[in-house]
Nanobody, 114 residues
Framework: QVQLVESGGGSVQPGGSLRLSCVATGNIDSIDAMNWYRQAPGQQRLFVAFMSRGGIINYSDSFKGRFIASRDNNKIYLQMNNLKPQDTAVYYC??????????WGQGTQVTVSS
């Protein structure tokens, strides 16, 4: 089993920045890839970024440029710059494992408003 805890969310004005973190605990050796997703109110959960164990990072086209993802073993980060009101959402991290499937954190709220 893998447990994931996100942190770093909060309220920020448009144009501001936030850095989200996610820490995985438990059977971290089983983790292959880790991801960031977000879900805005009333909308589907959207893929943001993928980080493989080997260092490959892929982004959804919608988030290239303003969002920068990184990974340090069992920790992942999402640096979000020039935030816009439409970035308001709950941000989730997930971990993919070969044997036990996928695990999700509880999410961290990001609110962008003036």
């Amino acid at each position: 089993q893998v447990q994931l805890v996100e942190s770093g969310g909060g309220s920020v004005q448009p144009g501001g920045s936030l850095r989200l973190s996610c820490v995985a605990t438990g059977n971290i050796d089983s983790i292959d890839a880790m991801n960031w997703y977000r879900q805005a109110p009333g909308q589907q959960r959207l893929f943001v970024a993928f980080m493989s164990r080997g260092g490959i990072i892929n982004y959804s086209d919608s988030f290239k440029g303003r969002f920068i993802a990184s990974r340090d073993n069992n920790k992942i980060y999402l640096q979000m710059n020039n935030l816009k009101p439409q970035d308001t959402a709950v941000y989730y991290c997930s971990a993919e494992t070969k044997m036990d499937g996928d695990f999700w954190g509880q999410g961290t709220q990001v609110t962008v408003s003036s």
